[in-house]
């Protein structure tokens, strides 16, 4: 059987990222694998484990500290958390960027809000009970 296994997102700053998913947005960083032969590191963060859900792997290549273009082409990442009006002020109080406020989804009753990583990257939290 086929499933989705990760996203891969490049960061400039690993400790910065995973501190973003894991204190500001409630997930656990399941692994951390160095590999000095390619200078990068990877962190596996997520809501539960591999073998169940996808995961974010956030990858740090050494010495690429000025960072990434976001690009036109990506898109966003998409949460589901109880409670999107909570998550923002979390994310707000926890020095995060908050890029649309809680509310319906346009021409909809689905309630949304928009949020940045540390390197840029949208996150899409959607309302879930």
């Known amino acids: 059987m086929s499933r989705f296994l990760h996203t891969m997102l490049r960061v400039k ?3 910065a990222s995973v501190d973003f998913y894991t204190r500001l947005l409630g997930m656990q960083e399941l ?5 000095p032969d ?7 963060v997520g809501y539960g ?3 169940s859900g ?6 740090y290549n050494w010495g690429k500290d000025e960072g990434y273009e976001v690009g036109t082409g ?10 999107v ?14 890029t649309r406020e809680a509310g319906p989804v346009k021409f909809g009753t689905t309630v949304i809000a928009f949020v940045e990583d540390p390197d840029g990257y949208k996150i899409e939290l959607v309302q879930r009970k």
């Open 31 to 35: 692994r951390r694998r160095e590999v």
């Open 13 to 15: 700053n690993l400790d």
């Open 85 to 98: 009006a909570a998550t923002c002020e979390t994310v707000r109080t926890g020095g995060g960027r908050v």
């Open 54 to 59: 996808a995961v974010i792997e956030l990858t």
């Open 38 to 44: 390619g200078k990068y590191t990877l962190a596996f």
């Open 74 to 83: 990506f898109g966003h990442l998409a949460v589901g958390v109880p409670d």
């Open 49 to 51: 484990d591999e073998e």
